[in-house]
C-alpha cells in the first residue's frame, strides 16, 4: 500500500485525511476522507491485503483438473476452487505458487507458466492476483494448514470449464483462470505439451462426447 498525503489527488478523487479501520494479520482496512468528484465530501474505504492472491491451474497428462472444496466464510457457502492462496508481497509469486498446490493438493509440478494477473475487486480493495499454469504433475501428501478443513477431486478441463461457465463454481478466480486458459488454447498460445493434455481432458469435444463424460 502506497503512502497517502493529505491533499493527495487519486485522479477526480482528493484525500483530506485516512485512518486505519480495522487491522488483522491478514488485512488493512484505511477509511479516507474525501472530497468526491462533484466536489462534495465523503468517505471512500478500502481493504488492503497484507499478501498477493495466487492461483494455480493444474492440469493432469489425461486432461483432468485438481478441485479443492472448503466452506467459505464470507459467503457463507461451499465452494469448489482451483488452488489458490497466498503470498508474501516480498517473496517470488512463483515460490509461492508451488507451495500453495503443494499445501492444497499435495502436487507438484515439473513446468509453470504464468499466465494471468488481475484485480480482484478494485472498486473496493487493492488485492491483486497472479495465476500459473502448472503441468507435469506428481502426486505427494496435501498439507494444508490449522485453520482449512479441505476437500479434494479432479475432473477432465472440459467438465470443470463447464462447471464453472454455468454456475456450479462461482468462485471468481477459478472462473477467471479457466477461461483464460481455455481462450489461450483456442488461440493456440500454449506449449504443444499442455495443449495436448487439455484437449485430452475434453477441450472442443463435441456435445455427444462431452454427455458421454
Request: proline share 6%; aromatic share 8%.
Amino acid at each position: 500500500m502506497s503512502q497517502t498525503k493529505t491533499g493527495e489527488r487519486r485522479g477526480p478523487w482528493t484525500i483530506r485525511a485516512t485512518r486505519i479501520a480495522y487491522e488483522n494479520p491478514w488485512m488493512q482496512v484505511i477509511e479516507h476522507d474525501v472530497l468526491r468528484p462533484n466536489g462534495e465530501p465523503g468517505l471512500y474505504g478500502v481493504m488492503h491485503p497484507k499478501q498477493l492472491a495466487i492461483g494455480v491451474l493444474p492440469v493432469f497428462a489425461n486432461g483432468d483438473v485438481p478441485l479443492v472444496g472448503q466452506y467459505r466464510f464470507a459467503v457463507e457457502a461451499y465452494s469448489w476452487e482451483l488452488p489458490e492462496g497466498g503470498g508474501a508481497f516480498d517473496a517470488e509469486p512463483l515460490d509461492s505458487a508451488r507451495r500453495e498446490l503443494a499445501e492444497e493438493t499435495g502436487l507438484s509440478a515439473a513446468h509453470w507458466l504464468e499466465f494471468l494477473r488481475f484485480d480482484i475487486s478494485n472498486s473496493i480493495t487493492s488485492e491483486r492476483a497472479i495465476a500459473y499454469l502448472a503441468w507435469g504433475l506428481e502426486q505427494g501428501d496435501a498439507m494444508p494448514d490449522e485453520t482449512e478443513a479441505l476437500a479434494n477431486d479432479r475432473k477432465p478441463f472440459a467438465k470443470v470449464l463447464a462447471m464453472a461457465m454455468d454456475g456450479r463454481i462461482s468462485d471468481g478466480f477459478t472462473l477467471a483462470m479457466m477461461a483464460k486458459a481455455d481462450y489461450m488454447l483456442r488461440q493456440g498460445q500454449l506449449p504443444e505439451a499442455l495443449a495436448g493434455a487439455l484437449r485430452a481432458g475434453g477441450a472442443y469435444a463435441s456435445q455427444s462426447e462431452e454427455e458421454a463424460r
